[in-house]
């Protein structure tokens, strides 16, 4: 049957699938637009089955700040010009929409959350039917700063590697814009520095347990009642390179991020200290 262009046209913008699909699409299900989209998405689900293997090495990370709430996101795809597809761009605010709606603290919650799609986890797969590669959500977090605290965040210019932070204030105003500065030079810094974690106790055990084989492999020459407080030293020195207070801050002229912080804070008339934290950088 002769399917009406407008028809094509609609499908296409509800559906973001080619000219050729929504036509043929309409043509199986007899000029019903809603039984053609059915068709798409079945279309669509099969396709994301058969790419979900591929490798994803391009995507964005992303972040939104919607008060004393925060988001951030891995959406990951196959090619970069991919990015700047307007469905992709789509999925991004929505995950992100979603995280902070949903406070999502860890990705199956945001796969599992209700989207237009059925879920989220949906959204994603009639996506991969529409710009026709592998994309995945890899990684998800929401922060939501303590009360009378402030959050930070800060997204690289290429979109590869963000981080989010949540200061915890005591008599630091969060209207203070020397905190607020603060806050959001943390992220740069961590985004720069790639630190491991934001306490020692944060950084994983199998990490530390490397670690401390190497040192104890260079070391292993040393005189035997001396090694104890070299292996020490060498922990001191692996802590504060890669814990983030204490690495030295990456816009300052001497300093760790703790004690920029701490000065900042005492300047604004208080106290400040991470409460939670976050770097996603991406394919890490």
């Known amino acids: 049957m002769a399917i009406d262009a407008k028809l094509i046209k609609e499908l296409r913008e509800k559906t973001g699938m080619g000219i050729a699909n929504c036509k043929k699409a309409l043509e199986d299900a007899n000029g019903d637009c809603e039984r053609a989209e059915m068709i798409l998405r079945k279309q669509g689900l099969d396709k994301a089955a058969k790419k979900?293997?591929?490798?994803?090495?391009?995507?964005?990370?992303?972040?939104?700040?919607?008060?004393?709430?925060?988001?951030?996101?891995?959406?990951?795809?196959?090619?970069?010009?991919?990015?700047?597809?307007?469905?992709?761009?789509?999925?991004?605010?929505?995950?992100?929409?979603?995280?902070?709606?949903?406070?999502?603290?860890?990705?199956?919650?945001?796969?599992?959350?209700?989207?237009?799609?059925?879920?989220?986890?949906?959204s994603v797969k009639a996506l991969i039917g529409v710009v026709g590669e592998n994309v995945q959500i890899r990684k998800a977090v929401t922060f939501t700063a303590p009360a009378g605290g402030l959050i930070g965040s800060y997204v690289h210019f290429n979109k590869k590697a963000g981080a989010i932070v949540a200061l915890k204030l005591d008599g630091a105003g969060k209207d203070s814009e020397s905190m607020r500065i603060a806050a959001n030079d943390i992220c740069l810094h961590a985004v720069a520095a790639r630190p491991l974690a934001w306490r020692r106790e944060d950084i994983p055990q199998n990490v530390l347990d490397k670690e401390k084989e190497v040192f104890m492999e260079e070391i292993k020459s040393k005189p035997e009642q001396i090694r104890g407080k070299i292996l020490e030293g060498k922990l001191q020195k692996f802590y504060t390179d890669k814990v983030l207070p204490e690495q030295l801050f990456v816009k300052g002229l001497e300093g760790t991020v703790k004690e920029m912080l701490d000065a900042t804070a005492k300047e604004a008339g208080g106290k400040a200290e991470i409460a939670a934290f976050a770097r996603f950088e991406l394919g890490l």
Not at 117 to 122: C, F, L, N, S
């Open 52 to 122: 979900a293997d591929r490798p994803t090495g391009q995507g964005v990370i992303a972040v939104k700040v919607d008060g004393d709430k925060a988001a951030m996101i891995e959406l990951a795809c196959e090619q970069e010009p991919t990015t700047n597809n307007e469905r992709f761009l789509t999925m991004v605010a929505l995950a992100l929409d979603t995280s902070l709606r949903e406070n999502v603290q860890k990705l199956e919650d945001l796969l599992a959350a209700k989207s237009d799609d059925g879920t989220i986890a949906d």
